[in-house]
């Protein structure tokens, strides 16, 4: 199945990048790449997006594991019923990116994240990101792009 291939395509791409980033690179260190739009900086989020609930871990990783849960479950059906080609490739990748930085915090307590954009804008500038973060975001695009339009496809 395509959707599982790249499910765990993006595990495993993740893994590889940020075994290089934690072999390769040191907290505080910025590297510029793309001319300066991209920063690579190794960061460790013990918390959800942008840090945020950093002083709870634990309540994280649950949090995490059980939306998951929920988004495997739904992808399952999707991928029974033959759901709308976007709608299976966005939970592919959410679910990637999810499982890996969920396996990331049961192993070592954190997400290891690597870079930031070089924007004007200093509260974008300062949120690190990694491949994970990005699948999860175009997946949920994705998930509801395809849940809208097989919506209309009913309808219509």
Known sequence: MIFIALLAGV?????????HMERSMKEGVVREVA????????????????????????????GTAG??????????????KGGHVLTRTGY?????????????????????????????CKRLSRLVFNLA???VLVGGILVALGKALSGREKKG
């Open 11 to 19: 595990i495993l791409a993740e893994w590889k990048i940020k075994s």
């Open 35 to 62: 001319g300066d739009a991209i920063l690579l900086r190794k960061c460790h989020n013990p918390g959800a997006a942008g840090g945020a609930f950093k002083k709870h871990p634990e309540a994280v990783k649950w």
């Open 67 to 80: 939306v998951i849960l929920c988004l495997a479950a739904d992808f399952a059906r999707s991928l029974r």
């Open 92 to 120: 592919a990748l959410t679910l990637g990116g999810g499982i890996s930085n969920l396996m990331d915090r049961f192993r070592q307590g954190f997400v290891t994240d690597y870079f930031s954009f070089n924007v004007k």
């Open 133 to 135: 973060d990005m699948c």
